[in-house]
């Protein structure tokens, strides 16, 4: 079966491992902080803050914006459900945005009018996640305009982009027109750590408070202590509550070594999306925004006649491990639960029902990517 994403395992990446377990320190010695640090220079970003999993990033993202019993996070239903669950970590209330289906991302025409609708009610939502779906930014600039008279945080969940650019050019987590941007570094991403996450962002106090929610609440940090404490060298304080979502360092050592071959990855997933792209030109299938500047996370088709669960089944029997991104966050029975109802979002449930996941990461070879294309126009011709 040809997968639909895999990572990428060189020697210097097991070596980079195998070193950190020879040395002193498995977690917290000099591998976070060492790749928080290449993470900012290759981003842009002033702060990064490393994490276990992306969905922990989420979570103290949410935390660092103030995100509290009785306040609303909106998000898209055409992403995975921790875009969602973040806010409902935090006692807060999820809503959505529909997406634009030309981008598959947040509409921004829709976001501009829930913005009016809910003013109105003084309903207003407290933060919003954007993701840039597939790898391909949303465009952040005309977000961020449109919520500014709104005293809104924005959060962008980046876990599909890193290594790929905003419309303006800026790297993904560098730019000034959000407060957070989340990452992952599960397998599939563009970079891996096996589990792992980080929160980047520019505002320093942001930052301290991510810190803080990762690690018990807790910090050694002497201008943060209480007074009278600051010359014990025993000393730590408990600041708020707190998690342990710190990440490993060997798991930061496999980052940081991935983080090297990180353009060379998404140069990859380009030439290979790019190949996709030219000989899928005659199918009946709606081929994904030829972004030049995405991290090409996913190549999503959507089929304009076919059946999308046979086309599903006859490429998996033909070896073809095709995926489907995603459900509508708001169709699963626990959000349904929660009161939502399917309709809600018409263009992310068309979307969805259409969709087909082909296989694309940095590995998959020119002869397996052909052997997609001929099993797909097979069962679409
Ligand atoms: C992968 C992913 C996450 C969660 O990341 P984990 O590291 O698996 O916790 C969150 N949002 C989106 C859009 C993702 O694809």
New binding site residues.
Partial sequence: MIPYGKHNIDDADIAAVVDVLKNEFLTQGKQVPAFERALCEYTGASHAVAVN??????HIACLAAGIEAGDIVWTVPN??A??ANCALYCGASVDFVDIDPDTRNLSPALLQEKLHHAAKQKALPKALVV?H?AGSSCDMRQIADIVKPYNITLIE?G??ALGGEDFDGNKIGGSNCSSMT?L???P??SITTA???AVLTNHADLAQKLRLYASHGITREKELLPAGHSDEAWYYAQQCLGYNYRLSDLHAALGLAQLKRLDSFIHARRKKAEYYHKALAELPVIRPPGNIRSAW?LYVIELLHHDRKQVFEALRNAGIGVNVHYIPIHWHPYYQKLGFAQGQYPASEKYYQRAITLPLYAELTADMQDEVIRQLKEVLM
Wanted: net charge negative; hydrophobic share 35%; proline share 0%.
């Fill in positions: 999993s992306g969905t922990s990033g989420l992403s995975f921790a875009s993701v779906f969940d876990a599909h989340v992952s570094f599960h599939v991403k589990e792992g996450g996370h």
